[in-house]
């Protein structure tokens, strides 16, 4: 259990390592490290865990129930990150990038929670997936959260100064709308200053027999969007479409370099060549 403010150099799990933080701010400045059989992070109530980046291969389970998890430099390791109940999300401050790859999973619960990208020094920020990463949308109260751009209080007037982008990377899509009425109805899930990649599959829990979905990937105005049509007026089809197209990204060039250069998770180059655990440390 923690509460204060500290800041470390480095922070090591070791084996099955839990870490409560429920209050207080707890920054990690050096290496982020979790043993062979993972470690498992829970962030609640007032807490905040800030972290330079993680490279490790060994899972760490996150669960951001409330507080604020924030990352500042380069997350490339294997994760689970949860987040509900009001939670903060910073997935990538100004020049930072999250990455999930083989493996790692982000999943957001309700529409209270604040998931994406916030900075005051008008970097970049992105979220790039691979096809071996999961990303779901649970609904709750009949609401979805959406990955996006905030103020989450920590720069003052000058936060949410950052450009952020998304590549979708291939990676499996599931949205689980078990908790909601059969109102048409239209939840944006991603919206960004710049969209590319696509998704590697559609899963869709509690749509229902008589209720269609349709997914639209929008690249001219980088957002991505669930439509549901009226229970009863439908017979269970999830269509996807796509508008505009992703190159148009270049147009700014330091997203466009932040989304595709050095990671391997643009479509014209393997998901595989990911960087391994020690290439990452040498960044």
């Not at 390592?17 to 979790?34: C, D, F, I, Q």
Request: glycine share 16%.
């Amino acid at each position: 259990e923690y509460g204060g403010t500290t800041r470390l150099d480095g922070l090591d799990f070791g084996e099955g390592g839990k870490l409560n933080v429920t209050h207080g701010y707890l920054e990690v400045e050096g290496r982020l490290a979790v043993g062979e059989v993972g470690a498992e992070l829970n962030i609640d109530n007032a807490g905040q865990f800030w972290t330079n980046g993680y490279a490790d291969k060994d899972l760490l389970d996150i669960n951001a129930a409330g507080g604020r998890f924030a990352n500042t430099g380069l997350f490339s390791g294997t994760s689970d990150l949860d987040v509900s109940d009001n939670a903060q999300a910073i997935l990538a401050s100004d020049d930072a990038d999250f990455l999930l790859g083989a493996g790692s999973r982000l999943t957001l619960t309700g529409d209270d929670t604040r998931v994406g990208f916030d900075g005051d020094q008008g970097g970049t920020g992105v979220l790039l997936m691979s096809d071996l990463s999961e990303l779901n949308f649970i609904a709750e109260d009949n609401g979805l959260s959406t990955i996006r751009e905030f103020y989450s209080g920590h720069y003052d007037d000058d936060g949410a100064g950052i450009q952020s982008g998304v590549n979708l990377g291939m990676t499996a899509l599931t949205l689980d709308l078990s908790d909601t009425n059969g109102a048409a109805r239209s939840h944006t899930l991603i919206e960004v200053d710049e969209l590319i990649g696509s998704f590697g599959g559609i899963n869709v829990l509690g749509l229902g027999t008589d209720r269609d979905a349709m997914l639209e990937v929008n690249y001219d105005n980088d957002y991505v969007s669930l439509y549901l049509g009226e229970a009863g007026s439908g017979s269970g089809v999830i269509s996807l479409e796509t508008i505009g197209d992703e190159t148009n990204a270049q147009d700014d060039a330091a997203l466009w370099d932040a989304l595709t250069n050095g990671h391997g998770l643009y479509s014209d180059d393997p998901v595989e060549d990911i960087p391994i655990e020690e290439d990452l440390l040498e960044l």
